[in-house]
């Protein structure tokens, strides 16, 4: 089992900039891909980014050159900086986390960018 918390959601103006926790419950080196994703309200949830254990990651087309996704071993803690945050940016980010052949989720954090 491995329970995620996310953490530094809020309301941002556009242009602007957050940095997103998920802390694990357990060490992040068993955990084989950790990985940001989001949700608008009526769409489907859709990936931000990705982060191996190999260190390879991979970006949303709407993320590329704005996010950065990070991980700090010794916290068990994985980040998403979002840089130059747009109105679409706008959604609920979750945590994700696939080990052993399952996949868990936080609980979100919710992300608004508006003027």
């Known amino acids: 089992q491995v329970q995620l918390v996310e953490s530094g959601g809020g309301l941002v103006q556009p242009g602007g900039s957050l940095r997103l926790s998920c802390a694990a419950s357990?060490?992040?080196?068993?955990?084989?891909?950790m990985g940001w994703y989001r949700q608008a309200p009526g769409n489907q949830r859709e990936l931000v980014a990705r982060?191996?254990?190999?260190?390879?990651?991979n970006y949303a087309d709407s993320a590329k050159g704005r996010f950065t996704i990070s991980r700090d071993n010794a916290k068990n803690t994985v980040y998403l900086q979002m840089n130059s945050l747009k109105p679409e940016d706008t959604a609920v980010y979750y945590c994700n986390a696939d080990r052993l052949g399952m996949t868990y989720w936080g609980q979100g954090t919710q992300v608004t960018v508006s003027s």
């Open positions: 357990r060490s992040i080196f068993t955990i084989s891909a």
């Open positions: 982060m191996t254990s190999g260190d390879r990651t």
